[in-house]
């Protein structure tokens, strides 16, 4: 009998720390990452470089090798809106020390068509205590998904998504939910992670790329289509979200 071993009433915190530290090399654990089907892990240090990153992850930037990526930072791998987000998503996790959870975003996918993920941060500690890092996963938030998911707000949700051109009011949607204003607002950001009002943006953005794929559409016509009120307004809005300019978007990826 291996009297090392941790004893069947031994406390939780006993059995995982003697695991662990009988481990050769603890980043085998990491392994099984690479077959998580379409889910993306990474993790970064404080100075936002990665650290690492499962296979999906990886292969989204096109690098061959996990180690190839390593060091860089967001700035160097996606449009500069997208990474200045991303940053201060990250600098929340390090100066709160908590999760962010559910964070509801609008990405390219490898087709270049814009869909919808769910993102999940946690901070790292250190063995001080302080923060070292943070975690992360992201992976395709699906329409079935969000029915199973249905919350006092799924009904705007669907309805912006239903005619994204329409030019709602918040106000009426709140009333719609039988919510105040404030509640509205507080109970969609919960449900979401961001504003309604940045839902319906993001919900316009996917519906504009999808017309500016298509053969003959035109931008001028497709901006005040989807509610906004000229080209210029659309093109400031089109690359907050996506990174480029409707332009070169309809250029890139028009069938």
Known sequence: MDTSAPSRKSRPEVVRKHFFGSLAAPDQLTGILDHLGDISVFAKNRD???TYG????????????????IGKNDF??????????FRADDERVFSTASPLRNIVELFLNHQGIPDWFITQKVPLFGKDGGVVGLMGAIRRYTSDEAIAAETAVSAAARNMRGEPGKRWLMRDLARQCGLSQRQFDRKFHD????????????????AACHALRQPGSEISSVA???????QSAFTVQFRRNMG???????????T
Request: hydrophobic share 30%.
């Open 76 to 85: 160097e791998l996606y449009p500069r809106p997208l990474a200045e987000k």
């Open 191 to 206: 449900s979401y992670g961001i504003t309604p009002q940045n839902y319906l943006m993001k919900t316009r953005i996917q």
């Open 244 to 254: 480029i300019t409707p332009l070169k978007y309809q250029m890139s990826y028009r």
């Open 48 to 50: 936002f470089q990665l």
């Open 54 to 69: 499962n296979r999906h992850f990886y292969e989204r930037f096109g690098f061959l090798e996990g180690s190839d990526f």
């Open 224 to 230: 005040l289509e989807l509610g906004f009120y000229d």
